[in-house]
């Protein structure tokens, strides 16, 4: 049989479901896994051996007693480590944080160990999981394992590399400005961005969120298949009352006829010619698998969406994340507050009211846009992915990068999904797409997803290169 740690989570949980595998030997295949290459790469900086085995020991004794063991039976995830996982700490990079315990589960862990997923080890993320590269005081630098010159992304830069590399088969990330969507493009990966109440949120250890994360975070599944994103997020949806802000929306909505729209310079991002020629790949695939596609000059506003989500990102509440940041010393963070401030402050009362009813006036002008198409095809990114710690380089080098990333940072704003295909390598570079379609309708993004995926995908998972 295959090493097991290969498969897709698809097809492993339907091995363990039928007992030719048990959980205990999927969970086997991954701590080796982990051991062998995770020193190479660090994207996970906490994991308990006895404590994964104990886990998959439980859904074997599920199946064992005629019990449906869930979607995930068996399947090994990864959780990035800002989020609450029950007796381990939730450092979100810091070492201000590193005896924050957490005595319960979020929900994103509650629904996949309900799902019978295994929870493998908890991935890396810069500090505050602030920026498009992952790097911190507390647990150190991850590196790309496809190309250790380049970023692996951020802030799910751990969850990103450790998928790619084949340490679990599904990894959980967050995304406020990009940190699904970005780690999935660097690492050469998929990842899914759901609307901001399909997946419930709630960190019992740790202070309410603002409310910009109330309203543009999310936890989303990073995967190597479309058909496993699929079926994590079916998973990481399932209700929980502890979010007053989760939308009981169906998983499949209405049919809409297959027709997509190509921007390839959305909002005057001015793509490189690498991305530009993966989007019209992209799009031929598409039309190969029966889509409709029509190339549009333009889209709704971007750029003007992308400046107000990152005022009210980093705006609301600056001094005290600088003096947060200051305390923990982290250069990246700092970098990243310092170079921003000139976008977000002052931020006053009037500056807030204007945010949100900018957000309103946007969201409604794209609402309308998708109402004549069932996705838009789009870069993730400028540029393929960048050299790793560009954004410390200097000040020019920061504003590249943010402003490389301007379709990640407004998607957010706008309060859609999105969704983050890979489809090939520029060397060792990976290079993709970006699907948007409308509010829940991340059924929509998996569809184009799975018919680009089809047309070829770089391999996956990898051994780390050097």
Known sequence: MQELWRLSATDLAQLVRTKEVSAREAATAALARLDAVNPMINAVVDHRPDDVLQQADAVDAAIARGEDPGVLAG?????????????????????LQRDLIATANSPIVENLRKAGAVILGRTNTPAFSYRWFTSNLIHGDTRNPRDPSITPGGSSGGAGAAVAAGIGHIAH??????????????????GLRPTIGRIAAFNPAQAQRTICPQM?????????????LRIALAAMSAP??????????PLQGPPKSKRAAL???????DPVPEVQKALIDAGERLRRAGWTVDEIADTPPLREAADWQTKLWLGDGYEAQLAAAEKEGDPGALVCLHGNRARVVPFDQAMFSKALM????????????????????MPVSRELPFPDQLDRKDEASFARVWDAQLIQ???PYLGLPGLTVTTGLIGRVPVGVQIVAGRYREDLCLAAGAAIEAGGVPPMPIDPAS
């Open 216 to 228: 543009t975070a999310v936890s989303g599944p990073l995967a190597r298949t479309i058909g496993d």
């Open 358 to 377: 900018r957000r309103a006036t946007l969201s409604r002008q794209w609402s309308l846009f998708l109402e004549d198409y069932a996705v838009v095809l």
């Open 173 to 190: 990330g967050t995304d406020i400005a990009g940190s699904v969507r970005y780690p999935a493009y660097a690492c050469g990966v998929h």
């Open 409 to 411: 940072v407004a998607i």
């Open 263 to 269: 921007c390839l310079n959305p909002d005057g991002l």
């Open 240 to 249: 929980d009352p502890r979010d007053p802000w989760w939308v009981p929306a």
């Open 75 to 95: 399947v090994p995830v990864t959780i990035k480590v800002n989020i609450d996982q029950a007796g381990y700490a939730s450092t979100n990079g810091l070492n």
